[in-house]
């Protein structure tokens, strides 16, 4: 660690519990959004075989597909987000700091990972992998405009 890590570590700015807890809680949902986006594009302006629900259908429709998305996406996303997130404290604790390669090198180790517990074959291996580099790029984006890590001025970048 430099000198100007430690002096952001101990002047607050790396928060790492909070950088975690996000990865952890919104980087899977986040996931999950890359995955049925096309699902969801074609519930919107072809729903239900071409014929028009009332709005009040169409809103439940959609928040159904949403809510049936998050919940799925924690049940297949949690444990490489937990690990995810497990990294990320660890590397904000000690360096204060997580730049965008970082985070995608991370999802990518975690993701390749959980593909092979999983024994995916290579076709598959995308619907893995897209959806946590994105969630990365995402959640370190937002753990950047929350302050929850150095800024890059004061991290030695």
Not at 13 to 27: S, Y
Not at 69 to 84: C, D, I, N, Q, R
Not at 115 to 124: E, G, N, Q, W
Not at 128 to 139: D, E, H, K, M, R
Request: hydrophobic fraction near 55%; charged fraction near 10%.
């Amino acid at each position: 660690m430099t000198t100007l890590e430690a002096e952001a570590v101990a002047r607050g700015h790396a928060q790492p519990l909070k950088a975690a807890l996000l990865v952890a809680l919104a980087g899977p949902p986040i996931g999950s959004l890359v995955v049925v986006f096309p699902g969801l594009i074609s519930l919107v302006f072809e729903p239900w075989g071409g014929e028009q629900p009332s709005s009040v259908e169409a809103i439940l429709g959609v928040a159904g597909f949403l809510l049936l998305a998050v919940v799925f996406s924690y049940v297949l996303g949690g444990v490489p987000a937990l690990l995810a997130a497990g990294m990320v404290y660890w590397l904000v604790r000690t360096r204060g700091r997580l730049t965008y390669a970082q985070s995608l090198a991370i999802a990518a180790v975690v993701g390749l990972a959980f593909a092979l517990v999983l024994s995916l074959d290579l076709d598959r291996l995308a619907v893995i992998t897209v959806p946590s580099l994105c969630g990365a790029i995402v959640c370190r984006g937002l753990i950047g405009r929350f302050r929850w890590i150095a800024p890059a001025d004061e991290a030695g970048h």
